[in-house]
C-alpha cells in the first residue's frame, strides 16, 4: 500500500518503563519494524496519550498503528480507532507480568519485549481496515418460535426493548405447559409456597401490545436467508401461507414430558391412581378450590408418594440418562398442594439427592414444616391393588428394602424431552428414546440441515457457561426447555438472554458487523477465485452454514452467517481466503519477525498459538496473577484454532523455532469452543502433521496440541514450563542454521 503511513507508539507506565529499556524498544521499532512515526508516553491509555495518537491520525495521515502497552484485551474503549488499521502489543500481561522481576531475567525479559514490538510492526503492515459487509440485513423484527413461557417472555422483552415481534405458535392458544399448571414453584421471597402462573397476565400482555404480532395454528415452512435478512414462510392450519421478512430468530418450542408408559414397574397405566407430574397438575386444576380426589373413584386422598427420577438419571442406556432439574421442586410444590388442602394428608417424597435450583433451602424448608415427608430411597416397583398402590424401595440411609402400603395417588416426576427437531445427519437420533415424531420446526435452507443442530440427548446446540442461547445457525437463538432443561424461572431468564442476541444479530446485521463472539468486527471473509481448487473443504468445514457453492463449484460466502472464526482460513491447502485485518500473511509475518537465537545461544524459540476466547485470556490471566513461565515462548492470539494454517507451523519450523505450542478450547460432546468446531477440526488436521515432521527430520514433539480453558491461569504457565523441559530435553532445531 503505497498510502500507508505507519505508527508505534510505547507505553511506559505500569512499570513497563521500569522493566524494559523504552529506547531499546523504540530503536526495534524504528529501525527494524522501519515505522514511520515512533512515540513514547508514560500513561499512554490517559487522556493525554490517547489524544497524541489521535493528533497523529489527523495531522500526520497515520493510517495504520501499533501500541506496545497491555494486553489486546485490555483498554479497549480507550484504544477504539475504528477508522484505523490497529496491532497491540502486549508488553504488560505478556512480559513484565509474566517474568520474574530480577537482574538474572532482565536480558530475556528484553527480548521478549523486542519481539513483541516486532511481531506488533509486521502484523499491522499485514491488515488492512475492514470495510465492513456490502450485504446488509435491515430488518429489525423478531420471530419467535413457539408460545410458551420462553417465547412469551422472549416477545415481550423485544417489545420492551423497543422491537417489534412476530410470535409462531402450533396450538389455537398461547401459554404452553406453563398454562397446563395448577401453580408455579415458588420464585421469590420468601420462598414458602407456591405461586400463581401468571400466565393470563403474560397472555394478556401479548394480546395488547401493538409492536407484537400472534399468528396460531401455524408452522414454519421454510426458512432462508441470513441475520437482518431471513425470508420466513409461514403456513397456517386453514392452508393459508404467508412470507416474512425478520432480523432474527428465537426458537422457542419447549419440552414434551417423558412417557411414563415406558414404567411398567411403576404401574402406570395399570392404574388411574398412578399419574405423572402433568397428569396431577391436571388434577389439581380440574380440583380448583377443592381437595385433589383419588382418580380411580373420586375417593379421598389420605396418602401420596412422590417418586423422583422416574425414567430419569438412568445409566442402563433404557431411559434418560440426565436430570431433569426442575422435578425437585416440582415435587415439593405438589405436595403442599395437599397440604395446603388437609394437613393430615401423608406425603412422601422418595428421592436419590434433592435438588432444587435457584431457591436454596427455603421451599424445601416450608415443606417440611408442613409436614411433607422426604425418605432417601431408591422406589423399585408400584404394585396396585383395588384403590390403593403399595410402594416399594430400597432406604438409601438405612440400607434396607421397604415399602409404604395404602397409597392412593402415586406422582412420578419424569423428565423433559426437548422439541428440538430434526437433527443433523440422523433425524432418529435426538428423539430415539422419546419416540417423539421427527418433524422439521424451523425447515432451515442450509446445506447441513433443516434444523438446529443438537447435542446429546437431543438438546439444541449451545453452551450453558461460554455461550449460551447461542447456536450453529447464526442470528437464530434457543430458549428454554428446548436447550437445557429448566423451570419457568430460568426459562424467563433463558429467553431475556435469548431475545437480547437476538437484537444485537438484528443490529450488527444492520451495521455489517459480525455477531457473537466478534460481535462488531467489520472484516469479513475475501476469496481469490483464480487460486481455489474447488476442494470444498471450506465449505465443508464451516460450522455455521456460511459457505454454498455456486454453479461452478466455487465456494460462496454468506457473511452474515459467518462468525468470522477463520476455519474456513485454516482449512484452504491453497490460501486463497482471508480477512482484511486477519489472514495468513498478518500470522506468518509475526512468525518470521521473531529473532531466533542460534543453536548455540540455549535460548530457544517457542510459538503458541493460542485461541483469543479461551487460551490467549487465560495465559494473560496468569500474567495478572504474577504467575511466571519460560522467557522463550512467544504468543500469537488466533480467532480460533480452526483458522491455523499448516503454512505457519511449516514457517515458523523452518524459520528455526524449536517447538509449537497450539492452545485451544474443550471439544467433544461437552465442547468449550466459541466456534464449536475448530478446535476439533484443528485437533485433526495437527494430528497429521507427524508425517511433515518426519520428512524435516524433527521429533514429533515440536508440535503439541493442548485443550486449555479460560480458568487454567494457574495451569497454562505449568504448561509451558514443562513443554519447554521437554524442548531443553530434545535440543535446539536442527533448522536454526538454515533458517
Request: aromatic content about 6%; charged content about 25%; proline content about 5%.
Amino acid at each position: 500500500m503505497s498510502d500507508m503511513k505507519t505508527a508505534a507508539y510505547l507505553c511506559t507506565g505500569c512499570g513497563i518503563g521500569e522493566r524494559l529499556s523504552a529506547a531499546q524498544l523504540a530503536k526495534v521499532a524504528e529501525r527494524e519494524g522501519k515505522m514511520h512515526l515512533v512515540r513514547q508516553h508514560a500513561f499512554l491509555c490517559s487522556s493525554g496519550g490517547v489524544q497524541l495518537i489521535r493528533d497523529d491520525l489527523e495531522r500526520e495521515g497515520v493510517t495504520h498503528l501499533m501500541i506496545a502497552a497491555c494486553s489486546r484485551r485490555a483498554k479497549t474503549e480507550a484504544f477504539h480507532f475504528p477508522n484505523t488499521a490497529m496491532s497491540r502489543a502486549n508488553l504488560r500481561e505478556g512480559v513484565i507480568w509474566s517474568q520474574p522481576d530480577t537482574e538474572e531475567a532482565r536480558e530475556t525479559t528484553q527480548e521478549m519485549a523486542d519481539d513483541y514490538v516486532r511481531m506488533g510492526c509486521a502484523e499491522v503492515k499485514k491488515m488492512k481496515l475492514p470495510a465492513g459487509n456490502p450485504d446488509l440485513g435491515h430488518a429489525r423484527r423478531l420471530l419467535v418460535v413457539g408460545g410458551g413461557i420462553s417465547g412469551m417472555t422472549a416477545a415481550l422483552e423485544a417489545s420492551r426493548a423497543g422491537y417489534r415481534a412476530l410470535m409462531v405458535e402450533k396450538s389455537g392458544s398461547l401459554g404452553g405447559w406453563a398454562a397446563r399448571l395448577h401453580k408455579r414453584t415458588a420464585f421469590r421471597e420468601p420462598y414458602t409456597d407456591p405461586a400463581d402462573t401468571g400466565v393470563g397476565e403474560m397472555i394478556a400482555a401479548l394480546q395488547s401490545d401493538p409492536n407484537i404480532e400472534i399468528v396460531l395454528n401455524a408452522s414454519i415452512a421454510k426458512t432462508d436467508g441470513a441475520p437482518g435478512r431471513f425470508k420466513v414462510e409461514i403456513a397456517v392450519e386453514s392452508g393459508s401461507a404467508r412470507t416474512e421478512d425478520v432480523g432474527a430468530i428465537v426458537q422457542a418450542t419447549g419440552f414434551s414430558t417423558y412417557d411414563a408408559a415406558k414404567l411398567p414397574e411403576f404401574a402406570y397405566g395399570k392404574t388411574p391412581n398412578v399419574v405423572d407430574q402433568a397428569g396431577l397438575e391436571r388434577l389439581a386444576r380440574e380440583a380448583g378450590a377443592n381437595p385433589i380426589r383419588r382418580p380411580s373413584d373420586g375417593g379421598e386422598v389420605k396418602s401420596v408418594v412422590f417418586v423422583q427420577c422416574a425414567g430419569q438419571r438412568d445409566d442402563s442406556g433404557i431411559h434418560l440418562p440426565y436430570c431433569s432439574g426442575f422435578c425437585c421442586a416440582t415435587s415439593i410444590k405438589q405436595a403442599m398442594y395437599f397440604k395446603d388442602a388437609n394437613p393430615a394428608v401423608d406425603t412422601a417424597v422418595i428421592y436419590t439427592d434433592l435438588r432444587v435450583p435457584g431457591n436454596g433451602e427455603d421451599f424445601y424448608r416450608s415443606a417440611q414444616s408442613k409436614g411433607v415427608t422426604f425418605t432417601k430411597g431408591k422406589v423399585t416397583g408400584v404394585e396396585p391393588g383395588g384403590n390403593q398402590c403399595k410402594v416399594s424401595f430400597r432406604d438409601l440411609i438405612l440400607d434396607e428394602d421397604t415399602a409404604i402400603s395404602d397409597v392412593d395417588l402415586v406422582v412420578l416426576a419424569t423428565g423433559q424431552v426437548p422439541n428440538s427437531g430434526v437433527n443433523i445427519g440422523d433425524p432418529e437420533d435426538a428423539v430415539a428414546d422419546a419416540e417423539v415424531k421427527p418433524i422439521s420446526i424451523l425447515n432451515l435452507s442450509y446445506r447441513q440441515g433443516p434444523d438446529l443442530p443438537q447435542l446429546k440427548y437431543g438438546f439444541t446446540d449451545s453452551h450453558f457457561i461460554c455461550f449460551p442461547y447461542e447456536t450453529r445457525r447464526t442470528g437464530i437463538y434457543a430458549a428454554g426447555p428446548v436447550r437445557r432443561p429448566m423451570d419457568i424461572a430460568q426459562a424467563t431468564e433463558d429467553a431475556t438472554g435469548a431475545a437480547l442476541k437476538g437484537i444485537q444479530a438484528m443490529e450488527n446485521a444492520h451495521a455489517g458487523r459480525a455477531a457473537h463472539p466478534r460481535s462488531g468486527d467489520l472484516s469479513f471473509p475475501i476469496v481469490r477465485l483464480d487460486g481455489c481448487t474447488q476442494c470444498k473443504r471450506c465449505t465443508v468445514e464451516c460450522p455455521f452454514g456460511a459457505i454454498d457453492e455456486d454453479e461452478k463449484t466455487y465456494p460462496v460466502f454468506n457473511e452474515s452467517r459467518c462468525r468470522r472464526c477463520g476455519t474456513c482460513m485454516g482449512a484452504c491447502p491453497v490460501r486463497v481466503i482471508s480477512f482484511e485485518n486477519y489472514s495468513v500473511d498478518t500470522v506468518g509475518a509475526q512468525i518470521k519477525a521473531v529473532e531466533v537465537p542460534d543453536e548455540f545461544s540455549e535460548k530457544p524459540r517457542i510459538l503458541v498459538l493460542a485461541c483469543e476466547n479461551d487460551a490467549y485470556p487465560a495465559i494473560d490471566m496468569a500474567g495478572m496473577q504474577k504467575n511466571v513461565y519460560s522467557a522463550f515462548v512467544r504468543v500469537i492470539p488466533v480467532r480460533c484454532l480452526g483458522s491455523v494454517n499448516a503454512i505457519w507451523i511449516t514457517d515458523a519450523l523452518t524459520c528455526g523455532y524449536d517447538g509449537i505450542m497450539m492452545m485451544g478450547c474443550k471439544h467433544g460432546d461437552d465442547y468449550q469452543c466459541h466456534f464449536v468446531k475448530g478446535s476439533e477440526l484443528a485437533s485433526v488436521r495437527m494430528s497429521k502433521i507427524g508425517d511433515t515432521l518426519t520428512q524435516m527430520s524433527l521429533e514429533t514433539e515440536r508440535v503439541a496440541t493442548y485443550e486449555v480453558a479460560i480458568t487454567d491461569m494457574a495451569r497454562v504457565p505449568r504448561l509451558i514450563d514443562e513443554y519447554a523441559a521437554v524442548i531443553n530435553k530434545i535440543g535446539m532445531s536442527p533448522l536454526k542454521g538454515f533458517a
